[in-house]
Structures are given as C-alpha cells and as structure tokens.
C-alpha cells in the first residue's frame, strides 16, 4: 500500500485506486508525490512530463535515491500514452505508478483544438486497470479558474470520475491546507501542512 508518511495517509486508501493530487504550482504536489517514491520498497514507476522529478530534491527527502526507482520522461502526450500502455506489461513487477502531471500534455493538445479525449480516457482506462491489480497510482494535475473563482483539476469530470482519490492542495498566501474532497473514507475540510527540507509536514 503506498504511503506519503504524513496524515493525509489515515485519510485517503491508496489500495486499488488512482489517487489525484491536484492544486496550483508550487503547493506540493510533486513532494508528495517524492514521498511517496521515498516511502516505497517495491518498485516504483515515475513517469514525469513537465522535469518535475528532482534528484537533489529525493535526496533530500530521502536520503538518496533508491534503485528501486525507474524515471520515465513523457516529452509528449503520445508518448505519455506509450509509458503508460507500457506499464500493463510490468504487472507484479512492480509497487507504485507516480504520474506527474498526468494532464500537462493532455492540456496543450486542448488548447491546440487537438481531440484527445479517446486517449486520455484510454490511459486513465489503462491506469485503472493497474490500480486493480493492486498496484495503486498516485497522478497529479494542473488546474484552471472556474467561474466561480475557484480551481479545479484540467479535464475536470473526467478525471474526477475515474479516480477514487481525489485531493486539493490549497495556499492562500498564509496557510498550506489539504483538502479531501473525494475518497472512500469520505471528505475532509482539511488538514494544514507546510513544505519543508524533508518534505511535507502536516498538523
């Protein structure tokens, strides 16, 4: 079961399940998801699509960075389709599948008036059947402005619909705060956190 070692952990079951972190830059997202790959035995696929992945950054949080660990760039969307159909070969071979940004491609062919949708839904499709084999997937997503002066993750239903995790990272310029606003266990208001060398600290 993966674990990112803070109390979002008691709140979220990772266990067959794609987990979605989402939230604006800067608020956590790939630390989390360093964590997780940190807290990891079994091996871990990091597929990365924006150079998120940061080896001082594991380090850091870890201490090193394991060989247990398999760094898979994504400089495209159809190539991020290729690592994740990749993957269905690599069933009980491996522990946890880190998707980040799951959608930083997926939105640029939107903007281009690209339709992707078949594909997108293909490789959440893909990544489900995954989560079922027990190996459970943690992705994060980009966000846009709602009308209602809010934000939500890119491809938005989609996305949500398919996941059974859902998680908000949210700063207003004083607190760091988690949201739970979709999970078996049920939601949550949030639980205050802040970034630190380590990684995230809850409270």
């Known amino acids: 079961m993966a674990k990112t070692g803070c109390k979002v952990d008691e709140m979220v079951d990772y266990s067959n399940a794609i987990s979605c972190?989402?939230?604006?830059?800067?608020?956590g997202k790939t630390t989390l998801c360093l964590m997780a790959a940190a807290n990891e035995k079994g091996?871990?696929?990091?597929?990365?699509?924006?150079?998120?992945?940061s080896a001082d950054r594991m380090q850091q949080i870890a201490g090193?960075?394991?060989?247990?660990?398999?760094?898979?760039?994504?400089?495209?969307?159809?190539?991020?389709?290729?690592?994740?159909?990749?993957?269905?070969?690599?069933?009980?071979?491996?522990?946890?599948v880190i998707v980040d940004s799951l959608t930083a491609h997926y939105r640029k062919e939107l903007q281009e008036k690209n339709d992707v949708n078949p594909m997108f839904s293909r490789q959440l499709s893909m990544l489900k059947e995954l989560a079922s084999s027990n190996i459970p997937v943690l992705v994060t997503s980009q966000v846009y402005a709602t009308k209602e002066?809010?934000?939500?993750?890119?491809?938005?239903?989609?996305?949500?619909?398919?996941?059974?995790n859902v998680i908000k990272l949210?700063?207003?310029?004083?607190?760091r705060k988690m949201l739970i606003?979709?999970?078996?266990?049920g939601s949550n208001e949030g639980i205050y956190?802040?970034?630190?060398n380590e990684g995230i600290k809850t409270r």
């Not at 002066?149 to 059974?164: A, E, Y």
């Open 149 to 164: 002066g809010d934000i939500s993750p890119v491809g938005s239903n989609m996305l949500k619909n398919w996941c059974n």
């Open 170 to 175: 949210h700063d207003d310029g004083r607190d």
């Open 43 to 53: 091996k871990v696929v990091f597929i990365e699509t924006e150079n998120s992945f």
């Open 64 to 96: 090193k960075i394991g060989d247990n660990l398999v760094l898979m760039q994504a400089k495209s969307f159809e190539e991020q389709c290729r690592a994740v159909e990749s993957l269905l070969e690599l069933k009980g071979k491996i522990s946890l």
């Open 181 to 185: 606003e979709k999970s078996a266990k």
């Open 193 to 196: 956190f802040e970034i630190t």
């Open 21 to 27: 972190i989402y939230g604006k830059p800067a608020t």
